[in-house]
């Protein structure tokens, strides 16, 4: 995709995708406890439903688009995660930081892979 065919409609489209997306996460970020499982588990559907956006439509598609741009986009949280690795670095728990951060990651890369070869034409 390219910068001529982000139109105002598309754009309204990732808008409100976008914030659907946000909305999810909110719901999610409410799970938690000593680990936090929630934006964890927003991350990896994240990046499932990227992946299959993608498969399934290609990376230019308009829906493509405002599935990963949008819902995905909206869903997954770099600054959430961080945070949260943060607060397990500051309560002192270093080991359980690191697992976050490698769960994430890991889990996040696999999850987007799942997506593809669910939908893989």
Request: proline share 2%.
């Amino acid at each position: 995709m390219n910068l001529e065919t982000l139109n105002p409609g598309l754009l309204l489209l990732i808008f409100i995708a976008g914030g659907i997306g946000s909305a999810i996460r909110l719901a999610f970020s409410r799970w938690s406890g000593r680990w936090p499982w929630g934006i964890l588990v927003a991350n990896v559907l994240a990046s499932l439903v990227a992946g299959m956006a993608i498969g399934a439509f290609g990376g230019a598609a308009t829906i493509a688009v405002v599935l990963v741009w949008g819902i995905a986009g909206g869903l997954s949280t770099f600054s959430s995660w961080a945070g949260q690795t943060v607060h397990l670095i500051g309560s002192g728990r270093w080991i359980a930081a690191v697992l976050y951060t490698a769960a994430t990651v890991a889990l996040s890369s696999t999850a987007v892979y799942i997506g593809l070869a669910l939908v893989a034409r």
